[in-house]
């Protein structure tokens, strides 16, 4: 685990010119212009949608009741509050988590911001009104049992069971506190209007071009936000973001961008240019159809995953793909990672790539698929998807299997994933905050997420168990298990490569920490210009 | 002519329902799903209940039938409904992005004519000698390069150029202002599209004019003005040039109505909020209310445009009667 933190703070650090924190006194003013790499969201109303795009365009707007801290947000388990005072301790046997609520908050109408707005949300989230969509309510409904505000100043979240992933999950960046008198009367109207207690109060918003936002100057963080204002641009072609970096039309890409980008705005621009880099919570993910014959063979996808060459391949990916880091199914920065000498006990992280692919080829010989060939499906994006994807077909050609790339727009790859029309699929998965207890429910039968199709009834119950486990040794011991099971022992799945994010952007602006997700700790409070 | 006019007009309601016919079919024969795309592209984990409350909220869980009835109903009295991506209504998706894509149409128009039928004409005069040899590698240039790739090597040598002359790179800006708002800006914005758009229509334009202006120069007519002892310039601008207009009216109304809703690269590569990145938008989300509502107006103006350009034929030549 140590070998991985330390790798983690060495990429946050060393790479390039990091612009200096502490000894650097912010200065107030100043408009932040940035470009959002993706087109518009669908709606703003951050409970029901999924996209970045809504982060990256509203979270400037909105307070949360707890976050990641934003002067840590590299870590993965530093949580502070933002709406409330202090941190609460569990009680009820880990069941009852009580929050106690800021003094003073208004919303940009000037209503004051309560406990019932902070229960109203969280309700809305967690057990929508009929006909109102909550993106991850599923998934809080499997935690929580009742949200209430006992009083004005306090909120009490009772769960269903004791669970380490709960206050990870609390700190999810959508989880917008909105006024309940609105929820109210249309559950809806944050869908296609912005109104929060955020930093920044809304200015305007350029149907599918620009947002704009103002300083809050009641905003409850004294002396915070530093800047004026911001402008976001909608800008999803990369040349046109890279451009717009270089002729300082904006300053940054807050989702990041490839190795070239950053090597050619260095180039251009020297010095004008800072880079902060760090592991990314997104996961390049295969995962076998269990319907299609050879692959309901656990020789065959445990073969498959052999013949990976990660430790080799991973650096010579990264001169050229946004992925770096060779790690499990759960992202390398969290505690309850595999260190690597545990992970290079699993078959397919073993560090010998030729003893790996003579097993590879033992074990295809003997589930008799020796001239194994099929179609490797994959979304119709460039980065990272493309580039693995190539490479894997390459891999798989050192044990002898032949492999098709089959490129699929999202729409179409997503159809082909649910009616099973494919063979192995390239399945990158993206998390927000760090909480591999929830996040490797995408690896569970039943999953929404999995597409394996299969049942395990075994693996079933090693997840409910590291799910209820609260002691972080267990706990870690028990991941490392349901890995091991996941990705050797069934190979139901494997992981191949989690990316790399790559911050590029104007070295004037500062008070920017890079985290590993391009979800969090997005609303430009603590950041500031050198102008 | 206003019998001729109103008969057209009528024959555009056939045409629009069999292209609301066979874009709601095809929209539903691509596989895919809204709901997936929406909930799962980030690759973020969703709930099958989320999926389903999806389905329902948009109707796409309602047999096509009733779907394409209420599609054409909804036509019928101009409501072309709700987005299914953004929820807002189709009207206003539409009309906030179709002044940039038409203002970007309309310059390049402008561009195409003022460099096409100049140059066309003079290298049908000048045919074989070195400026026609010119004329026609500039407009072959044209006609052989992607916008995309035009589109981005503009954008590098300004950034290029400027950053060499000045130190410091510029281009235009990417967050687009209207004309009636910031004209400079907006030119400044729009310029260099328009340019890059310009120069393929008016290379297809350039060799239309220049073809129709040597199989004018050699009908009987101009021969006759000559031995009458007309000048030259009466010749060619009255009675050449006239003639030879009819196929470039055609190629030009042709390129116009493709450029309102086929800007889909310029638009991307520019970062133009116009009416082509919002079809692509619609086609990848799988839009259907929002596609449809597209290609019925991409239809509308594909006939008005030919509607225009027969009116025009008439002009160009009274030989030509409308009835």
């Known amino acids: 685990m140590k070998t991985h933190r330390l790798l983690i703070t060495a990429t946050l650090g060393a790479v390039f010119s990091l612009p200096g924190f502490a000894d650097e006194t912010p200065k107030p003013g100043g408009i932040l212009t940035y ?42 388990t530093d949580f502070v509050c933002d709406l409330c005072t202090e941190m609460p301790q569990p009680t009820d046997d880990g069941k ?140 999803p072609k990369e ?16 989702r990041g961008l490839p190795p070239s980008a950053r090597d050619e705005l260095k180039k251009n621009l020297g010095d004008q240019i800072s880079v902060q880099e760090s592991d990314w919570n997104c996961g390049s993910n295969l995962f076998f159809n269990h319907k299609q014959k050879p692959f309901d063979d656990p020789r065959v996808r445990r073969a498959l995953s052999l013949s990976i060459d990660r430790w080799g391949g991973a650096p010579a ?43 590879a080829k033992r074990l295809l010989h003997e589930a008799g698929a020796d001239n194994l060939s099929f179609e490797l499906l994959n979304r119709d994006v460039d980065q990272p998807y493309k580039y693995v ?49 929830l996040d490797v429910q995408a690896f569970v039968p039943g999953s929404a997420q999995n597409f394996g199709y299969f049942d395990d009834q075994q693996e079933t119950d090693m997840y409910n168990k590291l799910l209820h486990e609260s002691d972080p040794q267990k706990q870690h011991a028990e991941m490392v298990d349901f890995e091991k099971y996941v990705m050797e022992t069934q190979a139901h799945a494997t992981q191949v490569v989690w990316w790399n994010r790559i911050i590029p952007y104007r070295s004037y602006v500062k008070g920017f920490k890079i985290s590993p997700s391009h979800y969090i700790n997005q609303d430009l409070a603590t950041i500031w210009l050198d102008k | 002519m206003h019998r001729y006019i109103v008969s057209r007009i009528l024959l555009t309601i056939p045409t629009l329902l069999g292209a609301a016919a066979l874009v ?24 099958t209940q989320a999926l389903a409350a999806c389905h329902a909220e948009i109707g796409i869980d309602k047999p096509w039938l009733l779907q394409f009835a ?13 987005s299914m991506w953004s929820g807002k209504p189709v009207i206003q998706e539409i009309a906030t992005r179709f002044p940039v894509s038409l203002e970007v149409a309309v310059i390049a128009t402008l561009i195409a004519i003022s460099i096409a039928i100049p140059l066309g004409t003079i290298s049908a005069l000048k045919q074989n000698s070195w400026i026609d040899l010119l004329v026609r590698t500039v407009s072959i240039a044209g006609i052989a390069t992607p916008a995309f790739w035009l589109g981005i090597l503009s954008i590098l040598l300004v950034l290029d150029v400027s950053q060499a002359i000045t130190g410091h790179p510029w281009m235009p800006s990417i967050d687009y202002v209207p004309l009636w708002k910031d004209p400079i800006r907006n030119l400044s914005i729009v310029m260099l599209p328009a340019i890059t758009v310009g120069y393929r229509y008016a290379a297809v334009s350039m060799r239309m004019t220049r073809s129709a202006m040597l199989e004018v120069l050699r009908e009987d007519y101009i021969r006759t003005a000559r031995a009458k002892g007309l000048l030259e310039k009466i010749i060619i601008n009255r009675h050449a040039l006239k003639n030879a207009l009819l196929p470039v009216v055609t190629v030009i109304g042709i390129e116009f109505a493709f450029l309102i809703g086929g800007l889909v690269v310029t638009e991307q590569v520019f970062n133009l909020n116009g009416i082509g990145r919002l079809m692509v938008l619609a086609v990848q989300n799988q839009d259907y209310t929002l596609t449809q509502a597209l290609v019925m107006l991409v239809v509308t103006i ?14 160009l030549d009274p030989r030509i009667r409308l009835s």
Request: glycine letters at 8%; one cysteine or more; charged letters at 20%.
């Open chain 1, 35 to 76: 470009v959002i790499a993706a087109d518009a969201p669908p709606s703003f109303d951050g409970h029901r949608e999924e996209t970045y795009a809504t982060v990256h365009a509203v979270s400037p707007f909105y307070s949360t009741l707890i976050r990641i801290n934003p002067e840590n947000p590299a870590s993965t």
């Open chain 1, 96 to 235: 009852t988590y009580t929050f106690k609520i800021r003094q003073g908050v208004t919303f940009q109408d000037g209503s004051p911001l309560t406990a019932d707005d902070v229960a109203a949300s969280w309700n809305e989230i967690t057990f929508p009104s009929e006909g109102v969509l909550s993106a991850r309510g599923s998934n809080y409904r499997d935690l929580i049992d009742k949200i209430e505000a006992p009083d004005a100043n306090t909120v009490v979240f009772h769960l269903k069971f004791a669970t380490t992933a709960f206050l990870p999950a609390l700190a999810d960046p959508y989880a917008y506190i909105y006024e309940k008198k609105i929820i109210d009367k249309d559950p809806h109207w944050y869908e296609k209007n912005v109104m929060g207690s955020g930093p920044f109060n809304f200015v305007n918003y350029d149907a599918g071009q620009s947002i704009k936002g103002v300083k809050n100057p009641n905003y409850y963080h004294k002396g915070l936000p530093y800047l004026d204002g911001f402008v976001g641009i909608f800008a």
């Open chain 1, 239 to 254: 040349a046109t973001r890279v451009a717009a970096i270089r002729s300082d039309q904006a300053a940054i890409d807050f």
């Open chain 1, 317 to 359: 990916l990264s001169k050229i793909a946004v992925v770096k880091a060779v790690g499990g199914i759960v992202f390398p920065g969290s505690p309850l990672a595999a260190t690597k000498e545990e992970l290079q006990q699993m078959a397919g992280f073993w560090p010998d790539i030729e003893k790996s692919r003579a097993e």
């Open chain 1, 389 to 437: 994807g190539i490479w894997l077909v390459d891999q798989w050609s050192k044990i002898g299997v032949k492999v098709t790339q089959k490129v699929l727009p999202t729409g179409p790859w997503f159809a082909a994933m649910r009616s099973g029309d494919y063979s192995v699929v390239h399945y990158p998965l993206c998390y927000s905050i760090v909480n591999p207890v």
């Open chain 2, 24 to 47: 709601f079919v095809l929209m539903r024969l691509i596989p895919g799903d809204i709901c997936l795309v929406r909930l799962g592209s980030g690759g973020t984990s969703f709930s």
């Open chain 2, 70 to 82: 209420n599609f054409i109903w909804g036509l019928a009295r101009g409501d072309f409904g709700v």
């Open chain 2, 302 to 315: 594909a006939i008005l445009t030919n509607l225009v350009v027969d009116l025009f034929y008439a002009w």
